[in-house]
């Protein structure tokens, strides 16, 4: 049965179907998405301290979009190539 399953994913043609997810967050406290970005950061990449700080900026004055791009980024969707990746602040917000 795995097998069959296998095999049938293994024949799949390629497909050139081309989709947008849209994503729209309120940051809402600086510092928990720093913390978060940051344990995902050295759990994923296993940075030291100063790379951290290159990658997110330091706690005290965090890169929102790079926490942001760090924590919803998959690093692969299966089967899938990702085209495109933009962060845009809305009028209206702080930047970071």
Same mark, same amino acid.
């Given at each position: 049965?795995? /097998? ?8 799949? %043609?390629?497909? *050139?179907?081309?989709? @947008?997810?849209? =994503? ?23 940075? /030291? ?8 900026? %330091?706690?005290? *004055?965090?890169?929102? @979009?790079?926490? =942001? ?28």
């Amino acid at each position: 049965m795995i /097998s069959d399953v296998k095999n049938a994913t293994d024949a799949s %043609p390629v497909s *050139d179907q081309e989709f @947008e997810f849209t =994503l729209k967050i309120r940051v809402e406290c600086l510092k928990s998405l720093w913390q978060a970005a940051a344990v995902h950061c050295m759990s994923q990449y296993n940075d /030291s301290t100063d790379d951290l700080i290159d990658l997110i900026g %330091p706690e005290e *004055d965090p890169s929102i @979009e790079d926490c =942001l791009m760090a924590l919803v980024l998959p690093e692969r969707v299966s089967g899938c190539v990702m085209l495109n990746a933009v962060l845009e602040q809305q009028s209206g917000g702080q930047a970071g």
